[in-house]
């Protein structure tokens, strides 16, 4: 058995609630990026692409074993492990990882990120959410 971390149960309303804010998430950090100004810091983009990683995994973990992590970051990737098994690429299980632990320094840090690394983030995060919408879709 896969360790997986703490996770509370959901049901399949809270995937498809769930997979509406991914999208809202997803779309909010495509037009911020969008609409950013060159001196324009990055960390807000940041971190609506990180939340927006966190909802649609989420979504695949509450669709295939009818639970979300709880409040663990650590234990986000545990739990997709634990929901796909060998069917997790790595480089998502990368992608992932990478938007992951750019949490803390993102939305509680003061160190500003730049339009760049925002850019480079939801190239990642575009590379995740269309895997992830594979997988939901299935």
């Known amino acids: ?3 997986k971390g703490p996770s509370k149960k959901r049901d399949e309303t809270f995937v498809r609630g769930r997979l509406v804010i991914a999208r809202g998430f ?9 609409v ?11 971190s609506t692409i990180i939340n927006c990683a966190i909802a649609f995994t989420d979504v695949i973990t509450a669709k295939y074993i009818g639970e979300t992590n709880k409040d663990d970051r650590q234990a986000v990737l545990k ?3 634990a929901a ?28 500003a990120k730049t ?20 997988i939901i879709a299935e």
């Open 115 to 134: 339009r760049g690394d925002a850019d480079r983030a939801l190239e990642r995060l575009e590379e995740y959410v269309e895997w992830a919408e594979r």
């Open 36 to 46: 950013a100004d060159p001196g324009d810091i990055g960390n807000p983009s940041m």
């Open 79 to 81: 739990l997709l492990r």
């Open 1 to 3: 058995m896969v360790r």
């Open 26 to 34: 997803l779309k909010d950090a495509r037009n911020s990026n969008a």
């Open 84 to 111: 796909l098994g060998n069917r997790l690429p790595e480089a998502q299980a990368r992608n992932l990882a990478s938007l992951l632990e750019q949490k803390d320094e993102v939305q509680y840090g003061s160190r």
